[in-house]
């Protein structure tokens, strides 16, 4: 294996996700020989820490991990050095240009860096003009930027950002992270659609009846007001995850499994997004926001009583929806999705229902359910297929059947994290699993609409914690004769 040889420069270096994700995805990296004797990482955050006290919380973040031996350990936190930063004054940036240039002779790096942005965005762009203005930029070795979500906070917004980034990075220098797309299931999908003969043929509105997409999960706002009270759910899971979601379920085979390839089958998705007029929005996106609720004898507060949540917060905590694609394969075919805190259990998964066969030759022989195909993303990582059969006997009777496939604990702990791939992905070069700006700008403009149409309602729908939402989501499928399929 070759190792990934690079001085990485991370913005945000004393932050929760530096913590949480990027250094034990690191580590894995490291334990794995991806990253081994040539690479250094630069932490900056306005904190003035010294390395000594950098490598401790560095050691802590991965100290639990399985494979963390002391000595691993140990060398591992050898390759982190801090350096106190103000993102806004240039004389830091010379600092930090020193530091990467050394460190980049002291383990033979040879000129690559990745800038990873992991701190509050709305210094992204000044980081990105400072980075261009004080030449950080080698000359030799790559140059890539790393940026987390959010990725603005409408098209505007994202606009602005992209602007400011582009002025120092080309596209194929941008790695725009969406963290489902490092998804084990989520890079299945590409292979269940296209490694197969029998999806492929019947993928299109002709076969499939609509898709249902859910993305619910346990937990309230957590720690997260200061960020959430500005996004929402609309902006935090749906414009990025559910719509990167969508484009894999429903793009046309790429012409070949390259970056280029996967990003052309994409954009098409979000060229063809139905456009909403204000008026078509709200009768097609449905808000509400959890209330307080007893939940196996533990009282949870409602979002308004969270920690930094406005009291008269008009913040939604669920979205539910209905999107229609215009293009010939999909016209017709209703694509729900829903997501939200707080809700009966954590788990993403998408349903495929199939249209029913038709003329149907067992109308005397019990019902012949329309074939459902399941897509299980977290944590139940796997597919189930409903399909009829005939039961066992004399009598012909169709019987519901399930073909289910679900990978075991031991596979699915052992595949890496989200992180973990989409580091070395970043630090190889391979830009399939990050987004385009033209897919951003895509969902941003769509997104924007259903946040217009709900600024202009005065009422805040609510729904109990612990349910799956409030009863205008039943009602959104009901409209049309459908139903969601996942019902915990
Ligand atoms: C993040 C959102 O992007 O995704 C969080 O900001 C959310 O609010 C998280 O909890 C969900 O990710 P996962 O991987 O737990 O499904």
Redesign the pocket.
């Known amino acids: 294996m070759d190792e990934k040889k690079a001085v990485i420069i991370l913005f945000g270096g004393s932050g929760d996700l530096a913590k949480r994700k990027l250094y034990p995805a690191l580590f894995q990296l490291f334990n794995r020989g991806e990253l081994q004797d040539h690479f250094a990482v630069i932490g900056t955050a306005r904190r003035p820490w010294s390395d000594d006290y950098y490598q401790e919380i560095v050691t802590a973040a991965v100290t639990n991990l399985p494979q963390a031996t002391p000595k691993k350990v140990a060398a591992f936190a050898s390759h982190f050095y801090y350096q106190s930063h103000d993102v806004t004054d240039a004389e830091h940036y010379v600092t930090l240009k020193t530091l990467a240039q050394k460190l980049d002779d002291k383990y033979g790096v040879g000129g690559n860096r990745l800038y990873y942005m992991a701190m509050a965005p709305n210094f992204f762009g000044t980081i990105a003009s400072h980075l261009k203005s004080e030449k950080l930029l080698t000359d030799d070795g790559f140059n890539r930027l790393v940026i987390e ?2 990725f603005g906070h409408d098209y505007e917004s994202a606009k602005t950002l992209n602007d400011s980034i582009s002025a120092t990075f080309n596209e194929d220098q941008i790695y725009r992270i ?3 797309l490092g ?1 084990e299931m989520i890079q299945a999908l590409l292979a269940l659609r296209f490694g197969n003969q029998f999806f492929e043929p019947v993928w299109s509105n002709k076969y499939i009846d609509n898709i249902q997409v859910t ?1 619910a ?1 346990v ?1 309230g ?2 720690e ?1 007001a200061g ?2 009270e500005t ?1 929402g ?1 609309l902006r ?2 749906v414009q ?2 559910i719509m990167q979601l969508l484009a894999y379920l429903t793009m046309k085979k790429p012409t070949a499994f390259t970056a280029d390839a996967v990003h052309a089958a994409k954009d098409e998705v979000f060229n063809a997004l139905h456009p909403y007029t204000v008026a078509e929005a709200s009768a097609n996106f449905i808000r509400a926001q959890y209330t307080e609720a007893t939940i196996d004898g533990k009282t949870v507060p409602g979002y308004r009583q969270e920690d930094g949540v406005a009291p008269d917060s008009m913040t939604e905590t669920f979205v539910a929806g209905k999107l229609q694609l215009d293009m010939p394969e999909w016209r017709g075919v209703p694509i729900y999705v829903r997501t939200g ?1 707080r809700l009966t259990q ?1 788990s ?1 998964q998408v349903t495929i229902t199939f249209k029913p066969t038709a003329p149907n030759i067992f109308a005397a022989n019990g019902e012949n359910k329309p074939n459902q195909l399941t897509i299980y ?2 944590p139940k990582e796997g597919y189930s297929l409903q399909i009829n059969g005939k039961n066992m006997g004399q009598e012909f009777e169709l019987e519901n059947e399930t073909l289910s496939f679900t990978h075991d604990d031991k596979s699915v702990n052992k595949a890496p994290e ?1 992180y973990e791939r989409l580091l070395l992905d970043a630090l190889s070069g391979n830009q399939t699993n990050f987004t385009h700006w033209t897919e951003l700008a895509q969902t941003w403009q769509f997104v924007d609409v259903i946040r217009k149409a709900w600024d202009q309602m005065p009422n805040m729908p609510t729904y109990a914690a612990g349910t799956m939402g409030p009863v205008a989501a039943a009602a959104l499928l009901e409209a049309d004769g459908h139903h969601w399929v996942f019902q915990p």
Do not use: G, I, S, W
């Open positions: 979500k959010p969406d963290h489902y998804k993305l999960e937990v706002v957590e997260r960020y959430y996004a759910a935090d899971m990025n995850h805190k954590k993403t993303v977290e989200a």
